[in-house]
């Protein structure tokens, strides 16, 4: 098979009109060749740092819609459903994966549960992390998000990076805002990337310190302009990657759009591809060709090198993707789960009190960090309640694993004008986590999510809307095109409710992500990821 167009050779930094001829999956030969084909060839795409499971699909159903945007592989950390299933669910992933031509690299999840603050549905210890760092399909130990138990010398936790290291494989960070000494000391017990920074200095100390940065941008967190202006500098040091993209974001597009916003910014395109396609090869020792002679046929057809619009996806020599069409097939799956949980009643969500003044989680837009901020209080017959006018509404975090009283916080910025919106995808444990403006419709969100053993929802009154997630209650049994119809409908939903955030879905996810400050809600109580404890809701 020969294809022809426009070479571009990153690596010698040049363009050039030319053939590859590909035999047996394998690039034989790359020869200058005068033609007039003016699509470009390049190096398909790679997701530096993706958790597949929030895409919503499994890996096959993932596959068929990132090759349409010319990514070929990605390093995903398959975190969310070892902290719903453990180890089986690692290697469920990894097997699924392994039933499509688009080159999944997973890591071992090296945080389940992510803290002792909230309750997961499964623990992976060192030994088992031993176990599947030792595995051949394990390419890497996933981020450490316990940074305090790097800086703090935890035993269990610096078991686990020394097994990564003794398989010579990689360390993922997760270390936002981390800097000064305490950054030392955590890239000092080896730990080699980090994709949470969210400024530029913070970002330019870590290159500065020898951690690869990997600019993020993804549906909920977006750190691509805070990050890009150090790409031209560093651009042996960074990757790109998406962290989280939903069913209707993937449709849209994938590494592609990161490329295409860094060209329009001016920047040199062979230091942009090498970000996109290079490094994360190189760093990860991944199973990826690099349009080279006796690389595997890893390559992309694309119009230009300006939007990126993919013709083509070649993997294993094998065209996969053309003009718009997946020729990835659909694979069976199977759909583990794990909801153990009775429905629940309206005086599980009712919080008496006497407080003028209460701590609010202060969601914000683009990040996963939030903040503390103070605010009156609005007792009714001595309940705290939602306070709609002033956008400071209830939310619960309800333990899907065993039956136990839910967690009650109040949350700003979601902007529900009426009814309430539910997710069993938060991370990291996956509880169901609600956000809404009375208690009767928090109420209704969560037995409909119990009543289909996982799901997103949006509901006002007998109006009602799901997409239900009955593989690990976080990823759908169906294609990524109908999963994303359903989700746009629900997300649009979610703003004829009131609110005004842009995915308002995927922030939700983040609301009991302890591991990023500062306030959060677990499944056990309220909690500061600046002071990494338990604080009370009332102040005065």
């Known amino acids: 098979m020969q294809i022809q167009g426009q070479i571009v050779d990153i690596q010698n930094k040049r363009i050039y009109s030319g053939e590859v001829t590909v035999e047996n999956g394998k690039i ?103 176990e599947l760092m030792a595995l051949p399909d394990i390419y890497y130990l996933s981020e450490m998000m316990n940074y305090p138990g790097v800086l703090f010398d935890d035993e269990e936790v610096l078991k686990k990076i020394e097994w990564a290291k003794h398989y010579g494989k990689p360390v993922d960070g997760h270390a936002p805002g981390l800097r000064g000494e305490s950054i030392k000391k955590y890239i000092a017990a080896g730990i080699t990337t980090d994709h949470e920074c969210f400024t530029y200095d913070e970002a330019k100390e870590k290159l500065s310190l020898g951690m690869k940065v990997i600019i993020r941008e993804g549906s909920a967190a977006k750190n691509f302009e805070a990050l890009i202006d150090l790409l031209p500098d560093n651009y042996e040091n960074m990757m790109f990657c998406s962290d989280d993209k939903h069913p209707d974001d993937l449709i849209l597009g994938h590494i592609n759009l990161h490329c295409a916003r860094a060209v329009a910014k001016g920047m040199d395109i062979f230091k942009i591809l090498q970000v996109a396609c290079v490094n994360p090869v190189h760093h990860y020792k991944m199973d990826v060709g690099l349009l080279q002679e006796n690389d595997a046929a890893d390559f992309i057809v694309v119009e230009d090198l300006i939007d990126f619009k993919v013709k083509q996806t070649y993997i294993n020599g094998e065209l996969i993707a053309e003009n718009g069409q997946s020729f990835v097939k659909h694979v069976p799956f199977e759909t583990p789960n794990n909801f153990n949980i009775s429905s629940k009643e309206l005086a599980d969500f009712t919080l008496p009190s006497s407080a003028s003044k209460i701590r609010v989680i202060e969601a914000l837009e683009g990040q996963l960090i939030t903040k503390e901020i103070h605010h009156s209080s609005l007792l009714v017959d001595g309940k705290l309640v939602s306070d709609i006018e002033n956008d400071i509404l209830k939310m619960a975090v309800v333990n899907r694993y065993e039956n136990t009283q839910p967690a009650i916080a109040f949350i700003k910025n979601f902007g529900l004008k009426r009814g309430a919106i539910g997710s069993s995808v938060a991370h990291d444990c996956h509880n169901i986590v609600v956000v809404g403006t009375s208690d009767e419709e928090i109420l209704s969100a969560v037995n409909l999510l119990i009543a289909n053993t996982g799901g997103i929802c949006a509901v006002n009154g007998s109006d009602k809307k799901l997409l239900a997630l009955p593989v690990a209650g976080i990823m759908s049994d169906k294609d990524g095109w109908e999963t994303g119809k359903l989700y746009q409908e629900i997300d649009g939903m979610a703003k004829e409710l009131g609110s005004t955030l842009k995915a308002p879905f995927m922030t939700l996810s983040f609301m009991a992500l302890l591991v990023i400050p500062d306030l959060k809600l677990s499944d056990k109580g309220l909690f500061s990821g600046n002071s990494f404890s338990f604080v009370d809701i009332e102040i005065s």
């Open 28 to 130: 034989i030969s790359i020869v200058e060749k005068e033609h007039s084909i003016t699509n470009y060839i390049l190096p398909g795409f790679t997701d530096a740092h993706i958790h597949i499971e929030s895409s919503m699909l499994v890996p096959s159903e993932f596959a068929k819609i990132a090759v349409l945007h010319g990514t070929v592989a990605t390093i995903s950390d398959p975190h969310e459903i070892a902290n719903v299933l453990g180890k089986e669910g690692v290697h469920y992933m990894i097997e699924n994966g392994k039933k499509v031509p688009l080159k999944f690299h997973f890591g071992a999840p090296s945080c389940v549960p992510a803290t002792f603050f909230e309750t997961a549905g499964a623990v992976i210890d060192s030994e088992q992390i031993k």
